[in-house]
């Protein structure tokens, strides 16, 4: 997901435009790796502080699309993890649950 994209979703939960502009600088930073800046292309830095609560705000509609569903999951952050009772139903979650639906890629296993 692309800062742009990532801030439009945002901006659909969080109102404060003061907010927004601060969420947007710190996506826009750039993180250092070996000393080094380098600017982020998607998402924000990995182990940053705004990762989780981003995450929680974005993702609140997936939460909300598994209970209807009444599936059975936890999820922290981006991490989600999907109970179902064979791999065959567990195909058809992954299938449904598609990366633009809920902003983040399937990784089976992870």
């Known amino acids: 997901m692309t800062p742009l994209s990532f ?3 945002l901006a659909t939960r969080v109102k404060d ?3 927004l502009k601060l969420i947007r600088s710190f996506l ?8 080094l800046e380098q600017p982020t292309q998607e998402g924000t830095p990995q182990g940053g502080p705004l990762s989780p609560i981003l995450s929680n705000i974005v993702l ?3 939460d909300k699309e598994l209970e209807k569903r009444g599936l059975c999951f936890v999820r922290y952050a981006d991490d989600c993890v999907i109970f179902v009772r064979s791999k065959r139903a567990g195909d058809r979650v992954m299938q449904s649950v598609s990366p633009a639906e809920s902003g983040t890629e399937g990784k089976p296993g992870k």
């Open 17 to 19: 435009k003061r907010v």
């Open 28 to 35: 826009n930073s750039g993180v250092m790796i070996g000393g």
């Open 7 to 9: 801030l439009a979703r």
């Open 60 to 62: 609140d509609e997936l």
